[in-house]
């Protein structure tokens, strides 16, 4: 499995339209602060149930899952991504 | 307490709307007419002293700007598009066979190039593309008859109605501005009509899942507020948005100031016949018996007791 929270970047670098490259984010930076818009961010969601073969339930789909690196990979750990290399 | 069939079978009983023959279709008598112009004469009295550029735009405008504006993706369930016939008189009948059979002949139809308008600031950015925009901001009030295929019972969701805007051009600081300021403004001119009003933050109807997220963001940021008001029964309604839209459509249709900034937009849409229905309810079908101070805002004729002197 690929690395979880190196996916997330690339997802990021295709999608989210961010002010600079998102394969150097720390995992807390804000990325709604570095551009992230309304709409890419729904890019960005679409893309990770892509990579990742999940979905966000309605619960999950709120402008803070998408806030950082770290909140996308816990979210998706919620449903099961990453678990079996924890 | 009114329900919305009640208000709705009132209205027609009245005359004041006729069915249009599907749900959310009416035809608007000259009474109800009157009542909805003298509405845009008062929302439009207000912005004057700001000295806004106007545009009346039509029922329909250019299928890239149903695209472009990006209501396709987030409201594909809303939108019309116009498509017509431009096939070989031979394949005519094939057309018509459909018809009379209650078949699907309008498959055998092409797209045009005009799509039906959905929100009366819509048509105004497309324009601006070439303009110089200044950064302290351009104000523009439009107005248009926009269309939303979402049939309803219910006389306040109409599929056919008009919106009133002030829109800005400019600056982020300047259109969020712009929103407060007609915000508070909008909800002052339309308690002036006895209105009970309340300022609500909202969202638009994003489509599917995707919307969802759209729409918690938009809460969020609290970029959409909503004056509501009983409109066709006790639950209050929308019959204004005040929207701040950061630089969606100056991103969408390559909008630069003359600093080369991404232009920042804002709007305020009135919705002439929701605020005429409001008003229907609360003062009651016999515009007549109105409220004084309410018939001469609207310019709907003489005060009670006031006779004619000829």
């Known amino acids: ?86 | 307490m009114t329900s919305s069939e009640d208000f709705r079978r009132e209205l027609l009983e009245s005359g004041l709307l006729v069915d249009g023959g599907v749900r959310g279709l009416y035809h608007r008598s000259f009474a109800f007419e009157a009542i909805a112009r003298g509405v845009e004469g008062y929302v439009s009295a207000a912005g004057r002293d700001d000295g806004p550029r106007q545009l009346y735009f039509p029922p329909i405008t250019t299928r890239a700007t149903l695209e472009g504006s990006g209501y396709l993706a987030s409201f594909p369930d809303l939108v019309g598009a116009v498509s017509s016939f431009s096939g070989a008189e031979r394949e005519l009948p094939e057309v018509l066979r459909r018809a009379a059979e209650g078949g699907a002949w309008e498959e055998l139809l092409t797209p045009t190039e005009v799509a039906l308008c959905s929100a009366a600031c819509h048509p105004l950015y497309p324009l601006l593309v070439d303009e110089s925009l200044p950064v302290e901001g351009t104000l523009f009030e439009t107005q248009a008859c926009c269309f939303r295929h979402e049939p309803s019972d219910d006389p306040a969701r109409m599929q056919s109605f008009r919106q009133h805007e002030f829109v800005y051009v400019g600056s982020p600081d300047g259109a969020l501005a712009h929103r407060d300021t007609w915000l508070a403004r909008g909800a002052s001119l339309l308690a002036a009509l006895g209105l009970d009003v309340a300022t609500v933050v909202a969202n638009d109807p994003f489509f599917g899942r995707a919307g969802q997220l759209l729409a918690a963001g938009q809460r969020e940021k609290e970029l959409k507020y909503e004056i509501v008001a009983p409109i066709s029964s006790d639950t209050p309604g929308a019959i204004s948005s005040a929207n701040f839209h950061e630089d969606h459509f100056g991103v969408a249709f390559d909008l630069s100031l003359d600093d080369a900034s991404v232009a920042h937009t804002a709007c305020i849409g009135f919705g002439l016949e929701r605020i005429s229905l409001a008003l229907l309810h609360r003062h009651g079908l016999l515009v007549e018996a109105w409220p004084d101070e309410v018939r001469a805002s609207l310019g709907l004729g003489a005060p009670r007791g006031a006779e004619a002197t000829s």
């Open chain 1, 1 to 86: 499995m690929r690395d979880v929270d190196t996916t997330i970047r690339e997802v990021l670098e295709a999608h989210g339209r961010l002010s600079g490259s998102a394969l150097s984010l720390k995992d807390d930076d804000d990325l709604y602060q570095r551009g992230l818009a309304s709409h890419a961010s729904v890019n960005v969601m679409l893309a990770l149930e892509d990579a990742f073969d999940v979905e966000f339930p309605d619960s999950l789909l709120r402008r803070d899952t998408f806030r950082s690196v770290a909140s996308m990979r816990e979210a998706l750990g919620t449903l099961g991504v990453g678990q079996a290399e924890g």
